[in-house]
C-alpha cells in the first residue's frame, strides 16, 4: 500500500483547504485512515481518523473545522475549514491495515505518505 498526499498550499486565516490522499495498492479504503500533522519543533500529532465502518474522531483543536472522508474507493480527503495560523504544518496521511482505528499515535500506523505542507497566514 503507497500514500500519496495532495493540496496543499497557504490560505488566509479563516480559509478553506482541501487535501487528498491517493491509495495505491488496496482499493476500497476498507481499513483505517488518518490524517496527522507536524509543525516545526513539535511532535507529529493525530487530527482525525476514519475507519473501515466510516466513523471518524477528530482532534478537539480540529473539531467543527475539519472534515475527513473518502471521495472514491482509492482517495482519503481532509476539508479543512475556518483555518488557523496554528493549523500551519505538514499534513501526512497514514494508515494500519485494521478495521477499527487505534489511537491516533505514529507508532500504531504503519503506512505514510511524503506529506504536504499547509500554510495559514493571519
Known amino acids: 500500500v503507497r500514500l500519496e498526499e495532495s493540496g496543499g498550499g497557504s490560505v488566509q486565516a479563516g480559509g478553506s483547504l482541501r487535501l487528498s490522499c491517493a491509495v495505491y495498492g488496496y482499493t476500497g479504503l476498507t481499513f483505517c485512515m488518518s490524517w496527522f500533522r507536524q509543525s516545526p519543533g513539535k511532535e507529529r500529532e493525530g487530527v482525525a481518523t476514519?475507519?473501515?465502518?466510516?466513523?471518524t474522531n477528530y482532534a478537539d483543536s480540529v473539531k467543527g473545522r475539519f472534515t475527513i472522508s473518502k471521495d472514491n474507493a482509492e482517495t482519503l480527503v481532509l476539508q479543512i475549514n475556518n483555518a488557523k495560523p496554528e493549523d500551519t504544518a505538514m499534513y501526512y496521511c497514514?494508515?494500519?491495515?485494521?478495521?477499527?482505528?487505534?489511537?491516533?499515535?505514529?507508532?500504531?500506523?504503519?503506512?505514510w505518505g511524503q506529506g504536504t505542507q499547509v500554510t495559514v497566514s493571519s
Open positions: 497514514a494508515g494500519v491495515l485494521r478495521r477499527q482505528c487505534p489511537p491516533p499515535r505514529v507508532t500504531d500506523f504503519n503506512r
Open positions: 476514519l475507519d473501515a465502518y466510516g466513523r
